[in-house]
């Protein structure tokens, strides 16, 4: 059975969730996962009071992760991913249409996948390459294929932003693993030392994880096993330590 795999190293990295803003607090949870529940917003002190009060607490979670791990540099070119984006305010707006209501445009653009990314450029007056991607259950991992592509052709450095968050309450009898608020960000370059792999072939579907794809290889990363294994989306992708 053939199989493809990627390899990059992370040069810089940042994590942030309600309660989790340190590296340490990282560490101890990716030892004894606990459940993460929504709670504080992050500042995103980086950015124009103006535009920071367009997001909500998605965009914020990406927005705080994406400053700190780019730490004023620019032209990087950027993959934002997610599972659902900013899918309370889509909620919000099929509300709306429901009743017969006039949509508003600030709230449709800023319901749309790319709403991060936008802001993140608007704010910074960067003109680098950005895409927004989602999917489903192998989202981070496509992000992962998207930004190597880009190392591939040349640049020599992207920024990968990962988030997601809870479901509203219409959608969340369709969970399949227990969605939480993250957020992570990655300055991805070409392999080196202390390299991560990333290899994937078919398989037929396993048990699924309770954890979101997005956390379990935040996991990963913060703890100290060699590898992981997730079958998800007719694939079983391993990410494992790779020494360069």
């Not at 990059?8 to 969730?17: D, E, K, T, Y």
């Not at 509203?168 to 990655?186: K, T």
Request: aromatic content about 6%.
């Amino acid at each position: 059975m053939s199989e493809s795999e990627l390899v990059f190293s992370i040069a810089r990295h940042a994590a942030w969730a309600p309660g989790l803003t340190t590296r340490e607090r990282w560490a101890e949870w990716a030892r004894e996962p606990w459940t993460i529940e929504p709670g504080e917003e992050p500042k995103v002190a980086a950015m124009p009071a103006m535009l920071r009060r367009r997001a909500g607490l998605l965009g914020r979670m990406a927005l705080e992760v994406a400053y700190e791990c780019l730490d004023g540099e620019k032209d990087v070119p950027t993959v934002f991913c997610s599972r659902h984006g900013e899918v309370a305010r889509a909620v919000d707006l099929l509300g709306d249409l429901a009743r017969g209501e006039p949509l508003s445009p600030t709230a449709f653009g800023l319901a749309v996948h790319n709403a991060s990314a936008g802001l993140f450029s608007i704010a910074r007056a960067d003109r680098a390459n950005h895409v927004a991607l989602a999917a489903g259950s192998t989202t981070i991992e496509h992000a992962v294929i998207e930004a190597c592509g880009q190392l591939a052709e040349g640049a020599p450095k992207v920024l990968l932003v990962a988030c997601d968050t809870t479901l509203p309450d219409p959608l969340r009898a369709f969970e399949d693993c227990e969605e939480q608020p993250w957020a992570f960000a990655w300055t991805m370059v070409p392999a080196g030392l202390d390299a991560i792999r990333l290899s994937w072939r078919a398989q037929d579907a396993g048990i699924a994880a309770r954890m979101p794809g997005g956390l379990e290889v935040l996991r990963f990363q913060h703890g100290a096993e060699s590898a992981l294994v997730r079958d998800a989306g007719g694939k079983r992708w391993t990410w494992s330590r790779h020494a360069g």
